[in-house]
């Protein structure tokens, strides 16, 4: 299991199983990940170091250090990293599915918005 390059930083997955996927993901200084949902999977997110924005369903969750939010299934949801250190968080997925089929973004800076895609992307 090796790192994944992605435009917003990198994720290692570290651990799956067929009910869930444990990576870790480093989102780069300005960056953020794609405004997405997921039919078959929640999401728990624990920051390791630096700050960030987790935005749930329009409403915004500042994170720092030490500080988690959960992403039920279908839930609009996006981790942006502020500050000039990297965000780095654990993700936890439990669910059904963790293809990239089950990915379905709605807004992206990269311009992916609307077709699925590299996991987590």
Sequence with gaps: MGIERRPWGHFEVLAEAPTHK???????????????????????????????????DGAPH???PGEA????????HRIGCLGSSPLVFIEVQ????????????LED?????GRPGEPLS
């Design 69 to 76: 939010v959960d992403v039920p299934a279908g839930a609009a």
């Design 62 to 64: 500042p994170l720092g």
């Design 22 to 56: 444990l990576k870790r993901l480093t989102v780069d200084p300005g960056r953020r990940l794609s405004y997405q949902r997921h039919r078959h999977r929640s999401e728990h997110w624990f920051v390791v170091s630096g700050r960030g924005v987790a935005v749930i």
């Design 109 to 113: 800076d990269f311009g992916r918005a």
């Design 94 to 105: 439990h669910g059904t599915s963790f293809d990239e089929d089950d990915i379905e973004r």
